[in-house]
Each structure stands twice: as C-alpha cells, then as structure tokens.
C-alpha cells in the first residue's frame, strides 16, 4: 500500500508540475474565447466572428500543422479559413498518425494544444516588434503571481505600460491590438482538440506510470529530475499570462462596446 501511495503522489507531482499549466491556461483561454465570440455572435449575428477569425483561425490551424509535422503525423488535409455555420467550424485540420508509435501517440497531446502554444508565441512577437515598449512590457510580466494581490499588481502595470501615450499615438500599436484580438479570440484549444490532447495525455501518463513503477523499484525518485524541466518552462508560463491578458482585454472591450447592441 505505502508503494502506490509513493507511485500516486510521484505521478501526480510529475503531471501537475509539467503538464498542469496547459490545462489551467487552456482552460482559462477556452472560457474567454468562448464569451468573446457569444458578444460578437449576439450583437452582429456569427458572421461577426469573421472579424477576428480571417487572421486567428489560419494561426490556429498553422500550430496544428506545425506540430503534426513535428510529432511525424501525416497531414491530410488543410483549410486556413473555411467557415461553416452549420457546424460552427472556422477552419480544420486532418491528420493521422501511428497508433503503434509512443512518440506519434503522445505527440497528439501537442497537436491539440497546438493553437495554445503556437498562437501564443505569436502574440509574444507581435508584442516585441509591433509595440514601442513592448520589450518593456514583457519584462515586467516575468515575475509569476503568487497571490490575488500580485496578480491584481501585474493587471495593473500591465496595462498602465500598455496604453500609454506614447503607445496611443504610434499607427503599429493600434495594428498589434487589432491582430492580437484576432489571436486571442482563436488560440484556445477546440472541443475536439482538447480530446485530442486527453488521448495524448493518457499515452504519456501511462508510460510516465511504468517508469515511475520501474525506478521506484529500485529504489530511485525521479520526481526531482522531471520537476527541473520547470526550468523551461518559465517563458512559455510568462507568454501564457501574457496571452490571458489580451484575451481578458478583448472581452472586456468586446462587452462594453457590443453587449448595449446585443440582440433580443
């Protein structure tokens, strides 16, 4: 009994540490897209989601295909940007992989989260070369909130630095907002991504268990060592926050202006 005690709280140590900011951000993400496009949708009907969708949704289909690429999946078909209203489709990407292979196997977990971490990255650059001071801006978004305080803190210096005069009245700003609400209403992982990611997730979970099994057999905790990839992923936390700042900022926007013309 101690030993699966030891074995669950080592695999859940390991999961949390390098896979649970994808799921909190996903999440997170996924709620502010989705009560971004229902303002859109109830002010100006579906057809107003092509006002951010023309550049965020073939940014969100370039992760995925990226990703497939990169985990050896076979790209079948693409559409950047097909809407469909019947299914509420924006754009798709097909791809098949081999379900023999751990590596194609658990690269679905990357693929689904593909528009998250690619979309971001994106944002990020946007951010240093379209913004003035975004260089700036980015380097007071490294130190991670540990409290509701802090967090209020970062929302606050964010955007004082954000919207300053300088800023306003640079043509490059005003271009990096429009955009970086196009990303942002698109980055989330879809439904249909996110179980994309659950198949991958259990692949490595699975495999993360017989390991665990193995090593603690011998008498050996790899907790320590799994714990320290963390180290790298600092930044891409750092962008994540960054990234549910725009998109809090686009629905906040989005309320204000197109909730008072919402459709009864």
């Not at 030993?3 to 999961?15: G, H, M, N, S, V």
Request: contains cysteine; charged residues 10%; aromatic residues 20%.
């Amino acid at each position: 009994m101690v030993f699966f005690i030891t074995l669950f709280k080592a695999l859940l140590t390991q999961i949390i540490g390098l896979f649970g900011i994808f799921f909190v951000f996903g999440f997170v993400l996924y709620k502010l897209q989705e009560w971004t496009q229902k303002n859109y949708v109830r002010s100006i009907g579906w057809r107003g989601l092509y006002w951010t969708a023309w550049f965020g949704t073939p940014i969100h289909e370039w992760g995925h295909v990226f990703f497939a690429k990169l985990f050896r999946h076979q790209v079948q078909a693409v559409a950047l940007f097909k809407p469909n209203q019947q299914t509420g489709g924006l754009g798709y990407t097909e791809h098949s992989y081999n379900s023999k292979s751990f590596y194609q196997s658990a690269g679905n977990f990357f693929v689904g989260a593909a528009p998250l971490i690619w979309g971001s990255l994106i944002l990020f650059l946007m951010l240093y070369f379209l913004v003035p001071n975004g260089k700036e801006i980015f380097t007071n978004l490294k130190n991670t909130p540990d409290s509701l305080v802090s967090v209020w803190q970062m929302l606050k210096l964010f955007f004082i630095n954000l919207f300053t005069p300088e800023n306003l009245h640079a043509w490059n700003f005003w271009l990096f907002l429009y955009l970086s609400f196009c990303i942002a209403s698109h980055v989330a992982p879809s439904k249909p991504d996110q179980k994309q990611m659950w198949r991958g997730f259990l692949m490595i979970v699975l495999v993360l268990t017989v390991i665990n099994i193995l090593t603690l057999l011998m008498k050996i905790n790899i907790t320590d060592y799994i714990l320290k990839l963390n180290n790298y992923l600092t930044t891409l936390v750092t962008i994540f926050i960054y990234t549910t700042l725009i998109s809090f900022l686009h629905f906040l926007l989005s309320t204000i202006i197109l909730r008072p013309f919402g459709r009864k």
